[in-house]
């Protein structure tokens, strides 16, 4: 809807000056978490007999309001009349009303409680839609079948459908986001079977190519322990500096993604850095292990005669 502030000059049509409008019960906030910046929420004590209240967020303080003291500022709440404004009590922060995507939008909200059928906004916030947000530590079955029992009690005629968790309704506004995460995984998960192969591959190799020289070290009177170790010891030291190159481009190549993400998250994940590293680490330790241990076995003759 249009903003039209009291003692403001008019804005003119425009996106830019328009705002979310809503009706909102008392309790609406709390139920949904949404923090409170300035002022207070609504109360039980705004009636229908009382002026008209509204509450704002951030986005709208800063479009309409910048650089002034948003509370008691009244904004146009019916054309003509005693009940001509609504006066802001409340400054609460932005929350994402479509998509965890989307840039927040100006937001008003009206208290549903002081909306009246004569109100100019009634036939648009009154009656026409209704969203009823529920906290329960119940499970969701159990509200959804009680809520219908409530709704059926206090109005036999009126209907309740699309009943979602809150889990649910952001789960579906990132389908596209979901599905292609999906797909990254997967080609995640085949690159990093690939580099595991390749990993095994390269220290099997390296360690067969020492076959002549391990046998020399066990006709010298080496132990097949300090075979073992030596092996071991040398994929340790190639395994430690991939593990430090590979920890420097995740976190730099972590930090590039971040600037990519619209949802605030992070793009280096510890956990998931820490659980490939050591992933990879022992898939090195086993592909140098296990020449290495039939390298010790074999008779000294035998890998000394080994081109």
Same mark, same amino acid.
């Given at each position: ?113 002081? =909306?009246?059928?004569?109100?100019? %906004?009634?036939? *648009?916030? $009154?009656?026409?839609?209704?969203? #009823? /947000?529920?906290? &329960? ?94 092996? =071991?010891?040398?994929?340790?030291? %190639?395994?430690? *500096?991939? $593990?430090?190159?590979?920890?420097? #481009? /995740?976190?730099? &190549? ?54």
């Amino acid at each position: 809807m249009d903003v039209e502030l009291a003692n403001h000059p008019k804005p003119e049509r425009s996106a830019q000056a328009y705002a979310q409008a809503r009706a909102t019960s008392v309790d609406y906030f709390k139920t949904m978490g949404i923090r409170l910046l300035r002022g207070r929420f609504f109360t039980t004590t705004d009636s229908a007999t009382t002026a008209p209240t509204a509450i704002v967020n951030r986005t709208f303080t800063r479009r309409f309001l910048p650089n002034e003291n948003p509370l008691g500022q009244q904004v146009r709440y019916n054309d003509t009349g005693e009940r001509q404004w609504s006066t802001i009590v409340g400054v609460i922060d932005d929350s994402p009303q479509k998509t965890l995507d989307q840039p927040p939008l100006p937001e008003i909200h009206y208290n549903f409680a002081q =909306l009246l059928p004569q109100d100019d %906004l009634y036939p *648009i916030l $009154g009656a026409f839609h209704m969203n #009823v /947000s529920i906290r &329960s530590p119940l499970a969701s079955d159990t509200i959804d079948r009680e809520l219908r029992r409530v709704m059926h009690d206090l109005q036999p005629d009126a209907a309740l459908s699309n009943f979602q968790t809150m889990q649910e309704v952001v789960d579906n506004s990132l389908g596209n986001q979901v599905l292609a995460a999906r797909l990254l995984s997967l080609f995640a998960l085949t690159g990093l079977m690939i580099a595991v192969a390749r990993i095994y591959g390269l220290l099997a190799y390296s360690v067969s190519q020492r076959t002549r020289e391990l046998g020399v070290r066990l006709a010298l009177g080496a132990q097949r322990e300090a075979i073992l170790w030596l092996v =071991l010891s040398h994929a340790l030291v %190639l395994l430690g *500096i991939g $593990g430090i190159l590979g920890a420097i #481009v /995740s976190v730099a &190549s972590g930090k590039l993604l971040t600037s990519f993400l619209v949802y605030k998250l992070n793009g280096f994940d510890a956990f998931v850095a820490v659980s490939v590293a050591i992933l990879l680490a022992l898939s090195g330790l086993i592909a140098s292990y296990l020449p290495a241990r039939r390298a010790a076995r074999i008779d000294p003759v035998v890998a000394l005669r080994t081109e």
